[in-house]
Nanobody, 124 residues
Framework: QVQLRESGGGLVQDGASLRLSCVAS??????MGWFRQAPGKEREKVAS????????SYSDSVKGRFTISRDDAKNTLYLQMDSLKTEDTGVYYC???????????????????WGQGTRVTVSS
C-alpha cells in the first residue's frame, strides 16, 4: 500500500522554525516534493528533490529559509522551515512520483501520490 504520511505542522510565531517530515512507504519514489495551499489560493510548490543526485529546488518565496532533505534509511523526506513568515501559513503536502524525470519536481498536477497534509500556521 502506497502511503505518504506527513507530520510536524503546528502554530508558531513569526520568525520561528518548524521541521516537517514525510514518511514514504509502498513504492520507491525518485522525485518528491513539498507543496502548500493557503486559504483561497491554489496549491503551489515549496521545494522538491530528485533522489538521484539529491538535486533540490525551491520556490523563490522560500529560498534561503527552507531546506529540503531526505533520509534514505528511514524513507523520510524533511522540510526544515526557518524564519517563518505569516505568508507561509497553509496546509503543507508531501507528494511523490516514481519517475526521476517527473515534473512533480515543479508542478503539483504531475505528482502521482499525495499525503493528507499537515497544517502550518504562522502568527504575527
Amino acid at each position: 500500500q502506497v502511503q505518504l504520511r506527513e507530520s510536524g505542522g503546528g502554530l508558531v510565531q513569526d520568525g520561528a522554525s518548524l521541521r516537517l517530515s514525510c514518511v514514504a512507504s509502498g513504492r520507491t519514489f525518485l522525485t518528491m516534493g513539498w507543496f502548500r495551499q493557503a486559504p483561497g489560493k491554489e496549491r503551489e510548490k515549496v521545494a522538491s528533490i530528485r533522489w538521484t543526485g539529491s538535486i533540490p529546488s525551491y520556490s523563490d518565496s522560500v529560498k534561503g529559509r527552507f531546506t529540503i532533505s531526505r533520509d534514505d534509511a528511514k524513507n523520510t523526506l524533511y522540510l526544515q522551515m526557518d524564519s517563518l513568515k505569516t505568508e507561509d501559513t497553509g496546509v503543507y503536502y508531501c507528494a511523490a512520483s516514481e519517475s526521476h524525470w517527473s515534473n512533480c519536481y515543479n508542478v503539483p498536477e504531475n505528482c502521482d501520490y499525495w499525503g493528507q497534509g499537515t497544517r502550518v500556521t504562522v502568527s504575527s
